[in-house]
């Protein structure tokens, strides 16, 4: 049992480092490659742990060496437009101009059910407000509404907006985010005082305070903390 747990751990670890130097792409992002070597190191990490004769080098250097192929093959990808559509595919589109390309649907595999099903998820209900819909390698769908159909702007109304920003979080968890207050040159002290103003006395009843480029501080409580204060109003 031991040896099985250690195993478990070991290959854990390991997965868990391979797939963090493979990238950082999410699922639905993953290329036909890139899902196709994802499926592969599942099924090699899994046979250490299934199959007694197997080592787990013999379940590690296989994955190595995928991970290995994958950073090649994406390193070669950035460098050429060739193999990154031998490798990843090019976009297909499907709507263009409000009109819907049915070859390119059928070379996609693509039925009208599901470019319907695909639109409304996009929040377009009516094919006719498309001005173009594009199959990514993804295979999501990129949705470009026409002119007229497309949501009012300040820009279009021609009015000025403010800088709005990333908002850094100060404290999560109960937790002094240093590095965030040094990036705005703020200190402790200052943080105390404002949470202070926000009716909170220790750093810990904080689950998350941040500070937008205004100058706002958002401050959320824990649950825990909320109660107690409630109880002691």
Known sequence: MLKVIGKTIVMYVFVLFITRIMGKREVGQLSPFDLVVAVMIADLASLPLEEKKITLVDGIVPIAVL????????????????????????PSILIENGRII?????????????????????????????????????????????????????????????????PFPLVTDGQIQYKNLERLNLSVKWLEDRLHKHGVDKIDEVLLA??????????SLKESKVIDKTQLG
């Open 67 to 90: 991970a290995v192929a994958e950073i090649l093959t994406a390193f070669i990808s950035l460098k050429s437009d060739t193999a990154r559509r031998v490798i990843s595919g090019s």
């Open 102 to 166: 049915e070859s390119n649907l059928r070379k996609s595999r693509y039925n009208l059910d599901d470019l319907l099903a695909q639109l409304r998820e996009k929040d377009v209900p009516n094919i006719a407000d498309v001005e173009y819909a594009i199959l990514e390698t993804s295979g999501d769908l990129s949705v470009i509404p026409k002119s007229q159909k497309r949501p009012v702007t300040p820009h279009d109304l021609g009015i000025p907006t403010s800088y709005e920003g990333l």
């Open 210 to 219: 941040s500070l937008d480029a205004e100058g706002n501080l958002y401050v």
